[in-house]
């Protein structure tokens, strides 16, 4: 593996990250899964987690492997958990979503390392006790992933009102 290093995202990563969106999205398809198939995330959601200073890469100098929003504070998915419960209280915890790896690197474990960066990072930012991320019953491989670097399944959410996820947490503590 290369020597990627976690950072912020910039505008000038843009087409690179797009590029991994969009690799990610006909990776799922592949799958059989209907999970980022309706044109989200677009390259507007994309930027505005670039300006809002929530989007990071995992990248080199000339590469960006993986991309993931990490928002912190109350997510309005997150307030309704059913068949189960989150560990941490409910407002100081932070939501990772648009968890994407670039295909040029499959197989690599970066989506392992990603995570790894994030949960390292948020455990030096004070206030949050826990880092919340959902995805699709049928997306084995991101379960494998987090379960893998210590999340554990809670019960599962609806994204915006209509799409059932499967729901995690890892304490931070």
């Not at 989007?55 to 504070?73: C, F, K, P, Q, S």
Request: hydrophobic residues 45%; glycine residues 6%; charged residues 20%.
């Amino acid at each position: 593996m290369e020597n990627f290093t976690l950072r912020l995202a910039t505008e000038s990563d843009m087409d690179q990250i797009m590029v991994i969106i969009r690799g990610a999205q006909k990776f799922i398809a592949q799958q059989g899964f209907d999970q980022w198939q309706d044109g989200y995330p677009a390259q507007a959601d994309m930027l505005a987690d670039i300006q809002a200073e929530r989007l990071y890469v995992l990248a080199n100098d000339t590469h960006v492997a993986a991309v993931a929003a990490v928002i912190i504070g109350i997510d309005p998915n997150y307030r309704l958990i059913e068949a189960g419960s989150w560990f941490a209280p409910d407002d100081n915890y932070a939501a990772i979503h648009r968890v994407a790896v670039s295909g040029k690197f499959r197989g690599q474990h970066l989506a392992e390392a990603l995570f790894t960066e994030l949960l390292a990072m948020l455990k030096r930012t004070n206030g949050v006790a826990s880092a919340r991320v959902d995805t699709h019953e049928d997306n084995h491989v991101m379960q494998h992933v987090v379960q893998k670097v210590g999340f554990e399944y809670c019960g599962h959410v609806y994204i915006d009102g209509a799409a059932r996820r499967l729901a995690y947490e890892c304490v931070l503590s």
